[in-house]
Nanobody, 124 residues
């Protein structure tokens, strides 16, 4: 299982960024894909989740109405569109899937087992 994130960067408050997560090494259909984030000194936080089979989504209250998770099944890629960014959104953002065996983290209705390397988002 390999997850490769991209799209992070620095942006001013109120701006937008789109993160991408390209998945490979497993069957993409019917699995949970999600975005987590972790800021220095803080616990990992589940941001958004999508069930790749049904398209069902879940959002943390802190991002609801500002972030949108979506997917391109043909590209085995999940996106996180982040609008109206705030300084408190600053963190390293990680993509995760319930496939593989690199760990076990229960959250947002799934058990996540593989993670990407992370991409930094800084909002000033």
């Amino acid at each position: 299982v390999q997850l490769v994130e991209s799209g992070g960067g620095s942006v001013q408050a109120g701006g937008s960024l789109r993160l991408s997560c390209a998945a490979s090494g497993y069957s993409y259909n019917r699995n949970c894909m999600a975005w987590f984030r972790q800021a220095p000194g803080k616990e990992r936080e589940g941001v958004a989740r999508i069930a790749t089979g049904s398209g069902n989504t879940y959002y943390a209250d802190s991002v609801k109405g500002r972030f949108t998770i979506s997917q391109d099944n043909a590209k085995n890629t999940v996106y996180l569109q982040m609008n109206s960014l705030k300084p408190e959104d600053t963190a390293t953002y990680y993509c995760a899937t319930d496939r593989g065996a690199s760990g076990r983290y229960v959250g947002m209705g799934c058990v996540f087992k593989s993670w990407g390397q992370g991409t930094q988002v800084t909002v000033s």
